[in-house]
Structures are given as C-alpha cells and as structure tokens.
C-alpha cells in the first residue's frame, strides 16, 4: 500500500514539477520518476534543513513537489532544453 502511495504521489508531484517548471512534463514514467526522487530529495531537504518532519498525503505531496521542483530545476540548469 506504501509503494503504491509514494507511486501516486511521485506521479502528481512529477507532474506538477514539470508544468511548473517548463511548462511540460516527461512523460507519465518520466513524472513518476522524477516525483519519486523528488520525494526522497523533498524528505531529505524538508528534514535535514528545516528540521520539519510529518507524514500524511498532503504534507508527503508537498514535500515531494518541492523537491521534484528543485531536481527539475537542476536538471534544466544543467541541460537545458533545446528548442
């Protein structure tokens, strides 16, 4: 149930990452991935740096559209995307 939880929130939180970002997502396996490691990079961030922890379906989708914001952010730093 947990695994299937983290796979819908990583694939709104991906989803939204990406239209907030660049106007456009990766497609549906590309969101959910990019949600999940958002998830975990969100965890950490929210965690390690804010000192704030909690659990429940809206603060885990904050936290993983945060760090999926952050992630895609670096990815287009990175490679930008060509027109």
Known sequence: MH????????????ALAGRVVSGHGYGLLGDIILGGVGALLGGWMFAALLGVGGSGFVVSLIMAFVGATVLLWLIRLIAPLRA
């Not at 695994?3 to 991906?14: H, N, P, S």
């Open 3 to 14: 695994f299937l939880m983290f796979i819908v929130i990583g694939l709104i939180a991906g």
